[in-house]
């Protein structure tokens, strides 16, 4: 009896190590199948992370050319803050240079040629001294639109 209690006990010990081995297998199998499966997918992965790769590159691409566009606006609406300006010194210039026409053609002639000598190059001087101040203001437009292509073309960049 004693030695059927030993023999059961070995058999049992050893059925347990065969349902371990069995379940070893049985993961091992599952285990294996999933690697299969994960290496079957590798190829799509790589070829789908390849792919978002490029339309991240393309998407850097667009916004930087957004970037680009969004200064470029900036500058030219900059240029056309100063080209308004100066339109309104042209004009405000014109204005004054037929008020002074009118002006001259307004007063009566003089008595004595002396005095009209005189008139004439007081008025002369005037349209000089405003011609000269008109050409100031011009100069210094010129060189805010220049200094402003110069920002918009980039550094290093001269014409």
């Not at 789908?48 to 200064?71: F, H, M, P, T």
Request: proline share 3%; no cysteine; hydrophobic share 35%.
């Amino acid at each position: 009896m004693e030695r059927l209690k030993m023999e059961k006990d070995f058999v049992l010990a050893e059925l347990m190590e065969d349902e371990k081995q069995l379940e070893a297998r049985r993961r091992a199998e599952e285990l294996s199948l999933q690697l299969k499966t994960l290496e079957e997918a590798q190829p799509r992965l790589r070829e789908r992370a390849a792919k978002v790769e490029q339309e991240k590159s393309l998407e850097g691409d667009a916004i930087s050319g957004l970037e680009d566009l969004r200064a470029e606006a900036i500058a030219l609406q900059t240029e056309n803050q100063l080209l308004k300006r100066q339109q309104v010194e042209w004009r405000r210039s014109q204005t004054l240079m037929l008020r002074l026409a009118e002006d001259m053609q307004k007063r009566p002639p003089k008595a004595t040629p002396d005095d009209e000598g005189l008139d004439a190059e007081e008025k002369l001087e005037e349209v000089l001294q405003g011609n000269q101040e008109m050409r100031r203001r011009i100069q210094k437009l010129q060189n805010e639109k220049e200094d402003l292509l110069q920002r918009r073309r980039g550094p290093g960049i001269s014409s």
